[in-house]
Every structure is written in C-alpha cells, then in structure tokens.
C-alpha cells in the first residue's frame, strides 16, 4: 500500500507547467534527462513496435525550432485566422524553457499493429516522462499546435510521411517565486459506469 501511495500522489501532482514560468537559465542535469527517456522507454506498446521518438532542442537548436515554428504559422494560417500573439508565442516559448522535445511517432512496419496504437503507445511514453518529470519537481508541458502535422514540420524534424510529430514537450525548473500549479478534474464516478449482468455466472 505504501508504493501505490507515491504512485497516486505523484499522478495527481504531475501538471502542466508553462513555458512562461520557466526559468531558462537554470540547467536540467543530464542524469535526470536520461532518466526521464528511460522511463518513457518502458511504455506498453502493442508487438513492441515503440514507436517514440524524442528529439532534443537545447542552446541554439532551440531559436531555429522558434524560427521552423513561426514560419510554418505564418505559411499555414488563413489570413482571417492568423493571429500576431499566436505567432509571438510560437517564436518566444522555445526560448523560455531550456529544453524543448519533439514527440514524434515513428510508424512500425507491422501492419496489424493500427496507427492509432501507435499514438497512444507515444502518449504512454510521455505520460511515463511527465511523471517522472513532476516526481523531480521539473515543470513540463505538452504543447500541439496543429503545425506540427505539415509536412514542413516532418522535413525539419526528418521524419518520414507515415511518421509524425505529435507534440512539443517543454521542460524547465520553476522560476524564482513562481508555484507549482493546481488543476482539478470532474468526479471520477461520473466517468465510470459498471456493467454488470445480474445473477449472470454464479
Ligand atoms: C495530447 C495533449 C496535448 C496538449 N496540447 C496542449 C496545447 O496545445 N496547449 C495547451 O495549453 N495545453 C495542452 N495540453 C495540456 C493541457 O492543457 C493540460 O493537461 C490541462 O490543462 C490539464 O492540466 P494538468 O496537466 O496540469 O492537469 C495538452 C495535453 C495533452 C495530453
């Protein structure tokens, strides 16, 4: 009971920490990083197909992640749509975390195994890093803004036409006086519902 303890208290600790309250100058040891990708390594996946694949931003890597982004908003926006504080964001946001990962999903070549499994065994594998993450008091946050399905997005990243990008994991320590964020849920029962046959096998 006490190892099912941490595990509860750690899911519903782990949040989503914004860019904008990280500090960019406050480096995130390496052993902790490795950590963080060996425990995304352990996700279920369907045939072991594991199919998640991280690409790392840090330093400058970063500012051309901000440029890469900023470009493909302003080339996939309608014009009625584009939005300048939209734009900003996408060029300042690599910036304010000191480490920026591609969630990318790399399709396996086992066609019984279908594309969706491949997304949800990616999310596991970012479910495993962001509690991990939040267990070592490090903010993160998964960010998908829908530029990440071009094509565009797929050459910067050289990934291929079946594989794709599902989302920028930011990581970063707090900045001084900035607190770990609260959120809530609906009530679970709400969610749940029991099917039970009555009088059915005994
Ligand atoms: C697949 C996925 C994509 C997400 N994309 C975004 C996003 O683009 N922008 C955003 O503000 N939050 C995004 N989030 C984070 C949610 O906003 C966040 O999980 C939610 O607000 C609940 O907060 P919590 O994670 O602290 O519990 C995403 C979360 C998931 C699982």
Redesign the pocket.
């Known amino acids: 009971m006490p190892e099912i303890l941490s595990v509860s208290k750690i899911i519903r600790n782990?949040?989503?920490v914004k860019p904008a309250v990280m500090d960019p100058h406050l480096e995130v040891p390496r052993e902790l990083i490795d950590e963080l990708f060996e425990n995304a390594n352990w996700a279920p996946t369907h045939g072991f197909t594991e199919p998640w694949r991280f690409k790392v931003f840090a330093g400058d890597a970063r500012r051309e992640l901000a440029l890469k982004l900023q470009e493909l908003y302003t080339g996939h926006t309608a014009e009625g749509e584009f939005r300048e504080d939209k734009l900003k964001k996408l060029g300042r946001n690599p910036l304010l975390a000191p480490l920026v990962i591609a969630i990318c999903m790399r399709r396996g070549d086992n066609p019984k195994i279908p594309v969706t499994e491949e997304v949800e065994a990616v999310?596991c594998a970012v479910q495993n890093m962001h509690l991990t993450a939040s267990a070592a008091g490090l903010g993160a946050?998964?960010?998908?803004?829908p530029i990440l399905d071009t094509g565009g997005m797929r050459d910067f990243l050289g990934l291929r036409e079946m594989d794709c990008c599902?989302?920028l994991f930011y990581l970063g320590w707090l900045k001084e006086g900035e607190n770990w964020?609260v959120?809530s849920r609906q009530p679970v029962e709400e969610k749940v519902e029991w099917i039970v046959a009555d009088g059915a096998g005994d």
């Not at 946050?141 to 803004?145: G, I, K, R, T």
């Open positions: 782990r949040r989503t999310a946050f998964w960010s998908s803004p599902l989302g964020p959120s």
